[in-house]
């Protein structure tokens, strides 16, 4: 655990609860005071499962209608991804069996809807998503995933916060677990898809690097706070980095299942 992912979390904490995300925090990769521990199930700092609904505080207008083809304002693409946006064409997807290209790893999570988030054995985390029938796995052990498919392969590990780190962030407003903890996924070998709905794409290089923490308030109320990074040698002049929080449901009201869309 690094000092700038401290500072991160110590700044992060207050501003979601007031429904505002920091997009430039930059993520620390040290996993200081790491536990040695049976299974990942067992060892999970943080308990991440159940239904969760999405709290659509950015960029509304982009994710919850369509952009027009050419609207790419903020995402630092370079002249061969703007050429590529430039010519989207939905029914062209939709008659190549590839109206999910906005449903891969690097957006799913900016879709609204709802996601339901279980253990599928002692080392693997599974995150069912209702948006497109999305599923996708986190491999905390060495098995393999399956390579070339819209959600890739996502390799999964808990990075655990220091007992004087987590009493820090149990001072303010909201806070972190306080067994202290995120859990870090990088995902690679992905389908090429789109970073944004108009067709904004991402390459089979691309790697997806995110952090998924928990936060709760003193209402007992509890927020996932999911930082993402997306770095592309393809199509990216830069990496692309953004936040996406969901709100704990008690059950499954809501959960509805609806099949991909190309616009």
Known sequence: MTMTRILFLTKIVPLILLGAVCLHAQRGGGRGGAQQTPTAKAGAPIDLTGYWVSLVTQDWRLRMFTPPKGDYAGIPLNAEARKIADGWDPAKDEAAGEQCRSYGAPTLMRIPGRLHITWQDDQTLKIEADSGTQTRIFLFSNGEGQAGTWQGISKASWEYLPAAVSDTLGAGRGTIDRRGGSLKV????????????NGVPYSANAVLTEYFDRVTEPNADSYLLITSTVE?????????MFSTQFKKQADASGWNPTPCAAK
């Not at 592309?232 to 692309?240: F, H, R």
């Open 186 to 197: 990088v995902t690679t070998n992905m389908k090429p898809g789109y970073l944004r709905k």
């Open 232 to 240: 592309d040698p393809t199509y990216l002049a830069q990496p692309l």
